[in-house]
């Protein structure tokens, strides 16, 4: 069984993340449940430059349009509710639709980039709040700028212990040596391999123990293939997690992080 902790839908800019690319490449690449969010929650396209207003999209709709989503096919899709932090805050009319909807809701997505504010920042406390309310954990993509490294996530972490957090790519584009530090030394922090090498999540078994650790892709960012290969045609790091990882770790280590600690974390019963 596969699990992805972490796909997307949605069309925004150069993006058409459409369900029907997602369900494709889950069919075609054997995985069996992802967890979607929305790029449409999208607050700043590059750093510093704050989306333009013809194509901003509310917070509310977004969340229902993911929420759609999954209800559509409940057995294949699980909603990650990406929510805009850097100048909405949840509201009651937010948490009346998560309270409707809760048996398709799995997580509250959040990033730093996109976003630019950071987990630690106090104005993320109504985020956690609704979190708690829940009983939701906290997926947060990490890297790429200040705001995004995880230390921030382990800030936020450790000040909410009754809250799981999961540091999505555990810092994009670096050794993740900084991520899994943070990982290893609180429960209630995880990681995931979303563009992450093999050779830094065997790295993070041996500190952290597999348990800490859950398989995502991004996908279908690189296309209905994203799993086979990235756009400069190259071979995918899916396919490494396919098939050469399997051989490297034990069966309990391999079965965790493909899809035994997401559907603990997650709590997602419906598969057998």
């Excluded at 980039?113 to 993320?124: G, H, I, V």
């Excluded at 800490?212 to 293939?225: A, C, Q, S, V």
């Amino acid at each position: 069984m596969v699990i992805d902790s972490h796909a997307h839908i949605g069309r925004i800019l150069i993006l058409n993340l459409s369900v029907r690319k997602v369900l494709y490449s889950m069919k075609r690449y054997n995985v069996d449940f992802s967890l979607v969010s929305s790029i449409e929650s999208t607050e700043y396209f590059q750093e510093g430059k704050r989306l333009f207003w013809p194509l901003r999209k509310t917070q509310y709709g977004v969340c229902k349009k993911t929420i759609r989503a999954a209800k559509r096919h409940p057995d294949k899709l699980g909603a990650l509710l990406w929510l805009q932090t850097d100048r909405k805050r949840p509201d009651e009319r937010l948490c009346r639709l998560i309270e409707k909807n809760r048996q398709y809701i799995y997580g509250i997505k959040i990033h730093p980039f996109l976003s630019e504010t950071a987990p630690d920042n106090p104005k993320m406390e109504p985020v956690y709040e609704l979190a708690r309310r829940f009983n939701l954990p906290v997926v947060s993509h990490t890297g790429n700028i200040e705001q995004g490294r995880t230390i921030h996530l382990f800030n936020a972490a450790k000040a909410n212990p009754d809250i799981n957090f999961v540091a999505v790519h555990m810092d994009l584009d670096s050794d993740g040596r900084e991520a899994i530090d943070c990982i290893s030394q609180l429960p209630n922090l995880y990681g995931d391999t979303t563009w992450v090498s093999v050779k830094t999540t065997l790295r993070a078994i041996e500190k952290c123990g597999s348990e800490k650790i859950l398989f995502g892709t991004d996908n279908p960012i690189d296309g209905k293939d994203h799993m086979l290969y990235n756009r400069a045609g190259q071979r995918s790091l899916c396919q490494e997690y396919f098939n050469e990882f399997r051989d490297m770790v034990s069966i309990d280590d391999y079965e965790n992080i493909m899809y035994k600690n997401a559907v603990k974390l997650f709590g997602i019963s419906q598969l057998s």
